[in-house]
């Protein structure tokens, strides 16, 4: 599903990734780990083809990693916390929009808000959310999107136990679904509990 071919990536002054070779089956789940600016974000965002490699090639079912690409925006649900709201509508307006216009149940929006621990504040505005309680919620939305592959910067961010037994039961129901999930963490307990595959960047 997700396939890496001696993919570089590089910055002005430092090579971030080097030669990185992998393929992630269909229902699998893969981390990248590493210090902080060592990486993780510049390699998601290139995987969700917001950033194009210096060499080497990303594909998700064949389609070739580009956020242009219609066909290839249909594979894949990113979150990488720089989602933007409107402010006039609700936490699960919000939710049932994006159901809409992917043609999917919308009853799913209350239901995935609801399983998120966040369902009481369906009628809430985004921006008054709490920090944790908007990692829920950008959580819900990247997971409702019927996407193959979902690709997640620093799920556990912001959030308390429950909220991160959460995303790590989130992340291993997906992949029974036989999507396939990126994410980048600073979690060895998410590593452990949701990683079929571990990626180290900056070493
Ligand atoms: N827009 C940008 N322009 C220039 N350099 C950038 C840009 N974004 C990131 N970088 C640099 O690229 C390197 C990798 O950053 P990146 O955000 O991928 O690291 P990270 O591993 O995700 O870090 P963290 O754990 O802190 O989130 C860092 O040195 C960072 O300063």
Redesign the pocket.
């Known amino acids: 599903m997700l396939s890496i071919d001696h993919l570089c990536l590089s ?1 002005d002054d ?1 090579d ?1 990734i080097t030669d990185l070779t992998l393929q992630l089956p269909p229902g699998e789940c893969l981390a990248v780990v ?9 390699l998601l965002r290139a995987i969700a083809g917001l950033r194009r490699p210096d060499s080497g090639e990303i594909r998700v079912g064949g389609i070739i990693a580009d956020d242009s690409d219609p066909a290839f925006r249909a594979a894949v649900s990113v979150e990488l916390g720089d989602d933007a709201t409107f402010a006039e509508l609700t936490v699960l307006e919000h939710l049932r929009l994006i159901t809409a216009a992917h043609d999917v149940d919308t009853e799913i929006a209350a239901v995935a808000l609801d399983g998120s621990g966040i369902g009481d504040l369906a009628d809430r505005f985004p921006h008054t959310l709490s920090t944790g309680q908007r990692q829920r919620f950008s959580m819900c939305a990247a997971w409702i999107r019927p996407a193959d592959l979902v690709v997640i910067d620093e799920p556990e961010a912001g959030l308390d136990v429950a909220g991160r037994d959460w995303v790590a039961q989130r992340i291993r129901r997906s992949t029974a679904d036989a999507r396939s999930v990126v994410f ?1 963490t ?1 979690s060895p307990e998410l590593v452990s509990r949701g990683a079929d595959q571990t990626v180290t ?1 900056g070493r």
């Open positions: 910055t430092s971030l590493g210090p902080n600016g060592s990486g993780k974000s510049t980048a600073h960047v």
